[in-house]
């Protein structure tokens, strides 16, 4: 079974920081993409960033110049670094890997952001 496990969301005021991190286990998921997704209450889940094995990203308008995705791959862990946090990301955030065509999915994390 893959497995991802997501960390560092919490309550946060307006214009603060926050750090997520979502390892996985195993040791193939270094050649494959990862990404962040978030769904609000009430709402769809979107794409909030992704990398690719080589560290190419892509965002989401919303949190472009805001957010920055990074990944180690000896790892297998995914980070997104959140500043300048808005009260419309809060969210679960959920940690993403494509291995093939399946998608895996880790628990979730909380991030509030609100004063």
């Known amino acids: 079974q893959v497995q991802l496990v997501e960390s560092g969301g919490g309550l946060v005021q307006p214009g603060g920081s926050l750090r997520l991190s979502c390892a996985a286990s195993g040791s193939i998921f270094g050649i494959s993409p990862m990404g962040w997704y978030r769904q609000a209450s009430g709402n769809q889940r979107e794409l909030v960033a992704t990398i690719t094995s080589g560290g190419s990203t892509n965002y989401a308008d919303s949190v472009k110049g805001r957010f920055t995705i990074s990944r180690d791959n000896a790892k297998n862990t995914v980070y997104l670094q959140m500043n300048s946090l808005k009260p419309e990301d809060t969210a679960v955030y959920y940690c993403?890997?494509?291995?093939?065509?399946?998608?895996?999915w880790g628990q979730g994390t909380q991030v509030t952001v609100s004063s």
């Open positions: 993403n890997v494509k291995i093939t065509v399946l998608n895996y």
